[in-house]
């Protein structure tokens, strides 16, 4: 694992000279057979990581072939985490409907922020539009 970490970390410094995931493979492989094997181990935690390291080897192993992916989704985590709280807070939605509003308007006020513009304008003009029968008006750039 620590080579294939320095090796994306490496490649993010410039364009790597071979296919990361070709160069590699034997590593993966290899890896891939330690999993196999302890997908039926008597300890636990070690079957559950080989079991789940090969359940979701492409998405795990996709930075190998796309370096400029994150290793990890603490950033993603660390942007829901307000959200989760606040979902907490409030005592979560009643139906499949209002958890999907909720969703919906998470989504759009980060987006929103992100690109440097006031979702609360945003949200006015929608709906102020939606009212008169106009179109849903795209997320800003």
């Not at 935690?45 to 979701?56: F, S």
């Not at 006031?118 to 179109?135: F, H, K, N, T």
Request: include cysteine; aromatic fraction near 6%; glycine fraction near 4%.
């Amino acid at each position: 694992m620590e080579t294939l970490i320095g090796a994306v970390y490496t490649a993010r410094e410039g364009p790597p000279p071979v296919d990361l995931f070709i160069y590699h493979a034997p590593t993966l492989a290899r890896l891939r057979t330690a999993c196999e094997q302890h997908q039926n181990s008597d300890h636990a935690k070690t079957r559950a990581l080989g079991v789940e390291l090969l359940n979701d080897r492409d998405a795990i192993f996709q930075v190998v072939r796309h370096p400029e992916l994150p290793l990890t989704n603490n950033e993603a985590e660390r942007a829901l985490r307000h959200w989760v709280i606040l979902r907490k807070l409030s005592l979560g939605t009643r139906t499949a409907t209002g958890s999907r509003v909720f969703a919906l308007l998470a989504s759009v006020i980060d987006t929103c922020r992100q690109r440097g513009f006031s979702p609360w304008r945003y949200l006015e003009r929608a709906i102020a539009d939606r009212r008169v029968g106009q179109p849903l008006a795209a997320l800003p750039r």
